[in-house]
């Protein structure tokens, strides 16, 4: 059994025009130590999801219907309460998205970090403190710098501050929400490198959500592409990136400009995401899709499984697509 | 969309003629002291955001800078536009001086320059809408005088970024677009005027990754068909590659390097260029692993380091760099770079 094993969630947003369909039916796994990455357009559910697995949502949000298990306990199901006092922080954490604008610019940052152990654990002041430089210190901050305050951190030293901070009381799974997205080049592959170097060492499982496919390629073991509140595609990175199956999926990986192969042109698919107020019928991603039929404007493809390893696709004409056939060249 | 494909840059590069000529361009942004601290005098203090720039571009070409949040490379577009007013230094465009010019001709200039900014959400105006947006540049060069004249030249605008049938984007608001139909909405903005050139400031670093290429498809198309120069601003270094001829790596206010495309992608001889080509990820999961990168982050332009720039970071710093600022030298054909070390 996985550690995180997440089925048929569904999260809707309720607004004054119906529901908004953030996150429909999405099922994954993640095992102890594994990363997953979540790709997708903007607007696609992506963070919707991330936030629902930390119950994090605003109050126009509502889960209707699925499962999580957290190392075999059912996590839905738990009253706020309990949920807030053992799970969120203990047991999954969250590097929020623009996570340098997550610290508050008035307290030192070993305070902050002191402070959020400190809700979560019973535990002497001074032990918090110790604790805290010992994070510094993984993050590969010098942890002298406790008394600091956030603006005389550089950006991709704030976003060490704030994975110290997930990493407070011991979780089993991290979920990482664009860790780096308003990061530079060389900064974001700093920052990328400590994750990577401390999930190897805790053992840490991990969500990744983010828009950047090589991020995923560089850092994740499986990957799920997610389209209008759907997961299209799933597979281990290998599997989908060398045999992106989905007609979504393939135009995805190969919209990547890839700086140390051939230059080829850039490519791109053609038209946007659709209003999650109302998706189109059938498959959600027909009226983009050049193979489109009837079939596809009707029924709803299944993510059923294509070859071994559990490479999964929702997408009706799965046979046409195995073969290898460059549906976005012109 | 007709994709064109990037090719044959390396014969193109190093004929034609310069459309623009940039020489030693400077732009400090004096920082303000407060009264006690200028009674106790010192030096004037400035951000030092580009120093001393030197390029040209040639006609026809798409031309990349490329470069880190903070290196200048944004200032500097702003600068040969006379968006900002340059510190110090020239710039030519054909045979026009346009740091000389006074405001009146710069205005008559924007008609052969325009610029297309980065984020499409927040450089239009959401009360007006699409064809009274590709209008105002008409307006204000006086070119029409009302909307029926400014018809023709708006719907021509809009079929040269393949918004087609023009009727059905017309009268729509920025709102009612998606980001990429708006960018499109800002190139045809750019265009209506039927510039020479065009100053793209990080065009697609706002947009979702599936409709980037669109976009600089679009301008490589403008570029090779309608010869139209570009200046793409990037942090990008993957896409600058995949569409721009030649690229110069700005770091600091500074180039430290520049290039026929392939060449400085394939061959960098600067330790920025190759830390920042190793830093962009592959999406390719069988090339695992990080490439080395500097350690640390950019300093502060108010005060650059001493001698080379780079040299509190550099892995092959020696003493001179600490010392004395490396010249740009031509080390290859045409490819430029300034290190004492440059790396083979």
């Given at each position: ?59 126009n949000?509502?889960i ?9 306990v ?39 970090i002191?402070?959020?152990i ?20 993984m993050v590969?901050?010098n942890?002298?710098?406790f ?11 704030k ?5 110290a ?8 799974v ?30 840490l ?32 990175v ?35 995401p ?17 193979l489109?039929?009837?079939?596809c404007?009707?029924?709803?493809p ?21 073969r290898?056939?460059?549906i976005?060249?012109? | 969309?007709?994709?064109?494909r990037?090719?044959?840059?390396e ?18 942004f ?9 009674l ?48 110090d230094g020239?710039v ?12 009146e001709?710069v ?8 610029i ?31 909307a029926v ?8 605008a ?5 918004m087609?049938?023009p ?25 209506v ?22 976009i ?11 010869g139209?120069?570009?200046?793409y ?14 690229i ?6 500074k ?18 260029t ?27 332009p ?18 001179i760099c ?11 054909n045409?490819?430029?770079?300034a ?5 083979g």
């Amino acid at each position: 059994m996985a550690l995180l094993e997440v089925r048929d969630l569904k999260m809707y947003y309720k607004t004054l025009r119906g529901h908004v369909k953030a996150v429909d039916s999405v099922s994954f796994d993640i095992e102890r130590g594994e990363a997953l990455g979540i790709a997708g357009e903007s607007g696609c559910g992506k963070s919707s999801m991330a936030n629902t697995v930390l119950r994090l949502l605003p109050s126009n949000g509502k889960i209707h219907g699925g499962s999580i298990t957290l190392d075999g306990v059912e996590i839905l199901k738990l009253d706020d309460e309990t949920f807030r006092e053992s799970i969120r922080w203990k047991k999954i954490s969250m590097v929020f998205q623009g996570a340098m604008n997550a610290l508050n610019p008035v307290h030192r940052i070993g305070d902050q970090i002191v402070e959020a152990i400190l809700t979560h654990e019973d535990i002497p002041h001074a032990e918090a403190v110790e604790r805290t430089e010992q994070l510094l210190d993984m993050v590969g901050i010098n942890p002298k710098r406790f008394k600091e305050y956030p603006h005389e951190f550089s950006g991709g030293m704030k976003q060490r501050v704030v994975i110290a901070m997930a990493l407070a009381c011991n979780p089993d799974v991290i979920v990482a929400d664009e860790p780096t997205t308003a990061l530079d080049v060389m900064v974001q592959s700093q920052v990328l490198k400590a994750m990577e170097d401390l999930r190897k060492r805790l053992d840490l499982s991990m969500m990744l959500i983010t828009h950047d496919l090589s991020v995923i390629a560089q850092t994740c073991d499986k990957i799920a592409i997610m389209y209008a509140g759907k997961i299209v595609e799933y597979g281990s990175v290998i599997d989908v990136y060398e045999n992106p199956t989905h007609p979504y999926g393939m135009g995805l990986v190969k919209a990547f400009p890839n700086i140390k192969a051939e230059r080829t042109r850039v490519r791109s698919l053609p038209g946007f995401p659709p209003n999650l107020l109302a998706p189109p019928e059938g498959c959600r991603f027909h009226p983009r899709c050049p193979l489109a039929d009837r079939t596809c404007m009707e029924e709803e493809p299944r993510l059923i499984e294509i070859g071994s390893n559990s490479h999964k696709v929702a997408c009706h004409k799965v046979d046409m697509l195995e073969r290898g056939v460059d549906i976005w060249e012109q | 969309m007709g994709a064109v494909r990037a090719t044959d840059e390396e014969r193109r590069v190093g004929h034609g003629e310069v459309i623009l000529d940039v020489e030693n361009l400077v732009k400090y942004f004096p920082l303000r002291r407060g009264f006690a601290q200028s009674l106790k005098g010192g030096p004037d203090l400035a951000v030092k955001a580009v120093d001393g720039v030197t390029f040209n571009v040639k006609k026809g070409e798409l031309f990349g800078v490329v470069g880190e949040s903070g290196c200048g490379k944004t200032t500097m577009g702003r600068t040969i536009l006379r968006l900002l007013e340059p510190t110090d230094g020239k710039v030519v465009f054909e045979d026009t001086d346009v740091t000389a010019l006074d405001p009146e001709e710069v205005k008559k200039l924007r008609r052969r320059m325009q610029i297309i900014f980065q984020d499409p959400y927040e450089s239009m105006n959401p009360r007006l809408d699409v064809s009274r947006i590709i209008a105002e540049p008409l307006r204000i060069q006086g070119i029409v005088k009302n909307a029926v004249d400014a018809r023709p030249y708006i719907e021509k605008a809009l079929e040269d970024v393949e918004m087609t049938p023009p009727e059905e984007y017309l009268f729509r608001y920025p709102h009612e677009l998606s980001g990429g139909q708006r960018q499109r909405i800002a190139v045809a903005r750019a265009l209506v005027l039927d510039p020479e050139f065009i100053v793209a400031d990080e065009p697609v670093s706002m947009l979702d990754v599936s409709i980037r290429g669109e976009i600089l498809n679009l301008m490589l198309n403008l570029c090779r068909e309608r010869g139209v120069t570009f200046l793409y601003i990037t942090h990008d270094l993957a896409t600058a590659r995949h569409i721009c001829d030649r690229i110069a790596v700005m770091y600091l206010g500074k180039i430290v390097e520049k290039g026929p495309t392939d060449s400085l992608v394939k061959h960098p001889l600067h330790p920025y260029t190759r830390a920042l080509i190793g830093a962009v990820f592959v999406p390719d999961p069988k090339k695992k692993g990080f490439g080395k990168v500097l350690s640390g982050e950019v300093p502060n332009p108010v005060n650059p380091p001493s001698g080379c720039r780079l040299h509190p970071r550099c892995p092959v710093c020696r003493d001179i760099c600490k010392e004395v600022e490396p010249e740009l030298v031509e080390a290859e054909n045409n490819h430029m770079v300034a290190c004492h070390f440059a790396l083979g």
